[in-house]
């Protein structure tokens, strides 16, 4: 089905340990997004891309990097994992058309610090 | 600071009544709204929008009303039925930020039969 895969679906790091969370998209979208989400708190956004090449910054982008290298593809990576970096990564993309249609999520990987 | 607030962490309505779900907001530069369901375990998925040009917004059992003097809008489901059991998740965007949104901390809303 077409729509955005996340991968993995759950990931427990060592403090310290790096890993990439995967995100693609088939839907041919422009704009792709990664947001967080702690417990009791709203989505919060990571970093953002606009197209392949480009990205920039959210409002938490700190102990994070990501790489637009093609339209489908947005992976996000973590270095040297923090306890803070506990919470739920989603990944979502909407075409550069406005939000009348809102935008399409991922079912998120869940991470977990130890 | 939170530009986006969403003051009812729950709410518990019966089955055939209507649900009204609100939403405040600081910033007037936000002039595009959504509302979003998320089910445990799954990413939110889109229910409605509204622009800021207008004040109302249908879609079958979802209605959404912008009040843009008092920076406000709610998310009536009606009638409510079990399956609407989620957490609603309102967010905002501004014109030009490449479509970014702001969410609100959400809503959870329990249907009962």
């Known amino acids: 089905n077409a729509g955005v895969t996340q991968t993995p679906k759950f990931r427990i790091l060592k403090i310290g340990q790096s890993m990439t969370l995967q995100c693609a998209q088939d839907?041919?979208?422009?704009?792709m997004y990664w947001y967080r989400q702690d417990p009791g708190m709203g989505l919060k956004l990571i970093y953002y891309?606009?197209?392949?090449?480009?990205?920039d910054k959210g409002e938490v982008p700190n102990g994070y990097n990501v790489s637009r290298s093609t339209t489908e593809d947005f992976p996000l990576r973590l270095e040297l994992a923090a306890p803070s970096q506990t919470s739920v990564y989603f990944c979502?993309?909407?075409?550069?058309?406005?939000?009348?249609?809102?935008?399409?999520f991922g079912s998120g990987t869940r991470l977990t610090v130890v | 600071d939170q530009q986006v607030k969403q003051n009812s962490p729950s709410l518990s309505v019966q089955e055939g009544r209507i649900s009204i779900l609100n939403c405040d907001y600081t910033?007037?530069?936000?002039?595009?709204f959504l509302w979003y369901k998320k089910y445990p375990a799954e990413g939110p998925t889109f229910l409605i929008s509204?622009?800021?040009?207008?004040d109302k917004n249908e879609d079958g059992r979802f209605t959404v009303f912008l009040n843009k003097s008092a920076k406000h809008l709610s998310l009536h489901i009606v009638p409510s039925q079990p399956g609407d059991s989620a957490v609603y998740f309102c967010?905002?965007?501004?014109?030009?930020?490449?479509?970014?949104?702001?969410f609100g901390t959400g809503t959870r809303l329990q249907v009962t039969l």
């Open positions: 979502a993309s909407t075409k550069d058309l406005g939000l009348a249609y809102g935008y399409t």
């Open positions: 839907m041919n979208h422009n704009y």
């Open positions: 891309s606009v197209g392949a090449g480009i990205t």
């Open positions: 910033n007037s530069m936000f002039d595009y």
């Open positions: 509204i622009s800021s040009i207008k």
């Open positions: 967010a905002a965007s501004e014109s030009g930020t490449a479509s970014k949104l702001t």
